[in-house]
């Protein structure tokens, strides 16, 4: 039976196949990582500027690129540092909410590296 014959799904790959597959999976999952940084440096200019409702918000998108990144991320020194800037994320957040809901004063804005710095770290993979 000829291998084209059979629908997508039961058709075996080739090691060309599997490669080219394995590449663009990897270059998606870069793209987590990247999109979680810009939306960092976003929200550290919007926190450093006290926009915290903004900075909140994209505080929250970017964690959630994160999480997606970390799942997929294989090598042990960037899994840990990605793991070390969202937990540092993490806390702005929660610090934002609790500003936003009234129950806490605000610690001058940018307490997730206000220049963008943090948010550069993760980029050379394992410096932070």
């Not at 042990?76 to 702005?92: A, M, N, W």
């Amino acid at each position: 039976r000829d291998a084209t014959a059979l629908p997508p799904c039961r058709r075996r790959r080739g090691s060309a196949e599997a490669r080219a597959a394995a590449r663009r999976a990897a270059m998606s999952f870069s793209n987590f990582k990247e999109t979680a940084i810009e939306y960092v440096k976003k929200a550290v200019a919007e926190d450093t500027e006290g926009n915290y409702e903004a900075a909140y918000k994209l505080y929250v998108t970017a964690l959630e690129y994160f999480k997606t990144a970390l799942k997929y991320e294989k090598n042990p020194s960037i899994k840990r540092t990605l793991t070390e800037k969202f937990k540092e994320y993490l806390d702005r957040a929660e610090a934002l909410k609790g500003v936003l809901d009234g129950r806490q004063p605000s610690n001058g804005g940018g307490g997730a590296g206000g220049d963008g710095s943090t948010a550069q770290a993760t980029r050379g993979g394992g410096g932070g």
